[in-house]
């Protein structure tokens, strides 16, 4: 295989998707579950892709918000290890830079006058 393996984290759409839209509806359900997190380790699950997750974390999940695994983790595969050359400020930069026509307009300051 060319590519590597990655994943996306789609806890926040399952949770929508059942009536729950703050992070803290999970602390109680994981709570009665035997888990115990902070509210700032619920936000970061739930906002962030996690890189180390804990099995009783997953299957805890999977048991509250009636989803299988794969609801949760789509894996997708990755591009190689291609990096793009950037270009110097100063020279012309094209709407395929990722930006289209956003650019800011260039502050001008007025003399002050004493």
């Known amino acids: 295989m060319d590519g590597k393996l ?3 984290w789609h ?3 399952v949770m929508a998707d059942r009536g729950m839209f703050s992070t803290t509806d ?3 359900p994981l709570s009665d579950r035997g888990i115990t997190l902070s509210t700032s380790q619920v936000y970061r699950l739930v906002v ?3 890189e180390r997750l804990s099995l009783k974390i997953l299957m805890a999940l ?3 918000l ?3 695994m794969d609801d949760l983790i789509e894996p997708v595969a990755t ?3 291609t990096t793009r050359q950037r ?3 100063a020279a012309g930069t094209t709407n395929a830079d990722g930006l289209g026509d956003l650019r800011p307009k260039r502050a001008r300051i007025a003399g002050t006058t004493p």
Do not use: H, V
């Open 26 to 28: 999970l602390i109680a």
């Open 48 to 50: 962030e892709r996690p």
């Open 87 to 89: 270009k110097a400020a």
């Open 6 to 8: 990655d994943y996306r």
């Open 79 to 81: 591009a190689g290890t």
């Open 11 to 13: 806890l926040r759409k």
């Open 66 to 68: 009636a989803c299988t």
């Open 62 to 64: 999977l048991d509250l």
